[in-house]
T-cell receptor
Framework: AQSVTQPDIHITVSEGASLELRCNYSYGATPYLFWYVQSPGQGLQLLLK??????LVQGIKGFEAEFKRSQSSFNLRKPSVHWSDAAEYFCAVGQGDTDKLIFGTGTRLQVFP | DSGVTQTPKHLITATGQRVTLRCSPR?????VYWYQQSLDQGLQFLIQYYNGEERAKGNILERFSAQQFPDLHSELNLSSLELGDSALYFC??????????????FGNGTRLTVT
């Protein structure tokens, strides 16, 4: 069965520092991979997605993610974090013939000034 | 703004009661999904409807049911509520229901508190 693992429950960084959030997936075929962000009291907003092609994908708000098939990973990165990036981040994998997404348990990002 | 509207935003009710959560998808989206978000279970897929028909079912309890109406809005009915049903319930919509590369657009959720 498909699954997504986000090994880091909580990450704290200083504003201006670089960020990498880890995501590992388990899926037999070529996965469709997504990163979503959830701010307090809000729904989930799509940051970026990977379907095929270039393994480095660019998203909104200056985020990017790299698909590494050999490592079954899809890590999210940002070179310089802003205080407004504090939120919960979810990695998700899409399944074959439906739009249903399987989500990881999320990583809560805290940003210190 | 994702274009997905969920009502109500908050709901407080007692154990044993029944509630209905409503979702209006983005204009043009045919597929609606319901997810439950709780502290201990994370984001759990409940059910999907596509153009009025049930398409996929996840970890949805028998006490819960949903439907999608001809105007494409959807309702999630929760009955015989228990304390453990307290959670944030999200609705999401997508253009199609049959391709994993069609991103989901989420509403802001309904926070259900069962006392």
């Amino acid at each position: 069965a498909q699954s997504v693992t986000q090994p880091d429950i909580h990450i704290t960084v200083s504003e201006g520092a670089s960020l990498e959030l880890r995501c590992n997936y388990s899926y037999g075929a070529t996965p469709y991979l997504f990163w979503y962000v959830q701010s307090p009291g809000q729904g989930l907003q799509l940051l970026l997605k990977y379907f095929s092609g270039d393994t480095l994908v660019q998203g909104i708000k200056g985020f990017e993610a790299e698909f590494k098939r050999s490592q079954s990973s899809f890590n999210l990165r940002k070179p310089s974090v802003h205080w407004s990036d504090a939120a919960e981040y979810f990695c998700a994998v899409g399944q074959g013939d439906t739009d249903k997404l399987i989500f990881g348990t999320g990583t809560r990002l805290q940003v210190f000034p | 703004d994702s274009g997905v509207t969920q009502t109500p935003k908050h709901l407080i009710t007692a154990t044993g009661q029944r509630v209905t959560l409503r979702c209006s998808p983005r204009s043009g989206d045919l597929s609606v999904y319901w997810y439950q978000q709780s502290l201990d279970q994370g984001l759990q897929f409940l059910i999907q409807y596509y153009n009025g028909e049930e398409r996929a079912k996840g970890n949805i309890l028998e006490r819960f049911s949903a439907q999608q109406f001809p105007d494409l809005h959807s309702e999630l009915n929760l009955s015989s509520l228990e304390l453990g049903d307290s959670a944030l319930y999200f609705c999401a919509s997508s253009t199609r229901g049959d391709r994993a590369n069609s991103p989901l657009h989420f509403g802001n959720g309904t926070r259900l508190t069962v006392t």
